[in-house]
């Protein structure tokens, strides 16, 4: 099998995963879906690690622009801007949830992390991260199967309940 075929193979195999899980919801209150989507965002931010972009000066995990910063500052959510650029990709994650809450609205926001909507959220904040599937930056490719693992939904049992996602447990999602 040519690599170009395996790859196609692969992110088939992902997507079908991933609408399987988009069509379960999310698993009970764990936040795992959540945790996956925003490491996920991490991979085509900045796949995955704190950087400095040189040209915008954004930086972290999720790329925050030095205008992003002054504006939560300026809007009294100085401790957001601030996480958003922790070492700690938790942290950052958790803070770059907290400002997509501020700029788009938490019920906007909560509703689809409970759907599992993943189009949906991309959607919503294509225009907050550009990297996202429909931005100005999309990432396909490589990078984006290695991004779209962060919510291949771990399924247990005869029922194929999700019980979790790989982006959620620590476990490993590279190629």
Known sequence: MRVADYQVEQAR???DL????????????????????????AVLESDKQWKTNPTSGAQGYFQQLPST???LINRGYS??????????LPIAAKAAREY???????????????KG??????????????SLPGGS????GERL??????LVPIINGPGGQVIGYVGSTGRSSGP
Do not use: C, H
Not at 27 to 37: K, N, W
Not at 137 to 140: G, I, L, M, P, V
């Open 69 to 71: 910063k002054l504006d």
């Open 100 to 114: 997509a809450i501020i700029q788009k609205g938490a019920s906007a926001i909560e509703s689809l992390e409970a």
């Open 18 to 41: 991933m609408m399987k899980a988009a069509s379960m919801g999310s698993p009970g209150g764990s936040g795992d879906f959540v945790t996956g989507y925003w490491n996920r965002l």
């Open 79 to 88: 401790n957001v801007a601030a996480q958003m650029l922790s070492m700690d």
């Open 13 to 15: 195999r992902v997507a």
């Open 117 to 130: 909507d993943i189009a949906g959220l991309d959607k919503l904040l294509n225009g907050l991260w550009p």
């Open 137 to 140: 930056q999309a990432q396909t």
């Open 145 to 150: 199967l290695r991004a779209n693992r962060e």
